[in-house]
Structures are given as structure tokens and as C-alpha cells.
Nanobody, 116 residues
């Protein structure tokens, strides 16, 4: 049974930092083609934020480039999203996704609120 569990969300002031974690079961992170982070703000569609390929390449949405960093641990058990210089518009539920062709797996999400 594949499971992805996000953690690390919370309330932070503008300009602050958070690190989100996505723990995967059943070797999903090791065997995935791409690991990604998405977010969904209230009343908006879910949007792609960042991705990390099995080969180690990374890509970021323009809105987070230079502020967010996606990475994984050496054991391929957890994927991280380091978020710096947070803005109120970063407020959303953040989801982890694993793509292992042809399937996609989602976590349950973790809330990030950026507010003073």
C-alpha cells in the first residue's frame, strides 16, 4: 500500500521559512519517476509548485523560483520542500505527489498559512 504523508506546515510570518516533509511508504520515492509538490489556495485550483526527477533534476514554478527548494534524503524515504521568504500569497494546502508511470499518488496535504 503506497502512502505519502506530508508534515511541517503551520503558521508563519511573512518573510519566514518552513520546511515541509513528505514521507513515502513501500519504496514509492525510490521508484518514482518524478516527485512533486502542489498547492491549493482557498477558492483556487490546485497548482504545481516544484518537482524532482529520479535523475535529480529540479524545476520550479515561476512564483516560487529562488525561494523554494525541493530535495530528498539519501535513503529515498522523504522528499522536502524548503520554503524561504514566504509571502501571504503562499498560503495554501500543500500536497506531495509521486508519479510512477502510469500511476499518480497523493498525500493528504499540510496547511501553510503566511500571515502577520
Amino acid at each position: 500500500q503506497v502512502q505519502l504523508v506530508e508534515s511541517g506546515g503551520g503558521l508563519v510570518q511573512p518573510g519566514g521559512s518552513l520546511r515541509l516533509s513528505c514521507a513515502g511508504s513501500a519504496g514509492i520515492i525510490f521508484s518514482s519517476n518524478v516527485m512533486g509538490w502542489y498547492r491549493q489556495a482557498p477558492g483556487k485550483q490546485r497548482e504545481w509548485v516544484a518537482e524532482l526527477t529520479s535523475g535529480g533534476s529540479t524545476r520550479y514554478a515561476e512564483s516560487v523560483k529562488g525561494r523554494f527548494t525541493i530535495s530528498r534524503d539519501g535513503a529515498y524515504s522523504t522528499v522536502y520542500l524548503q520554503m524561504n521568504s514566504l509571502k501571504p500569497e503562499d498560503t495554501a494546502v500543500y500536497f506531495c505527489q509521486a508519479y510512477r508511470h502510469p500511476d499518480r499518488y497523493w498525500g493528504q496535504g499540510t496547511q501553510v498559512t503566511v500571515s502577520s
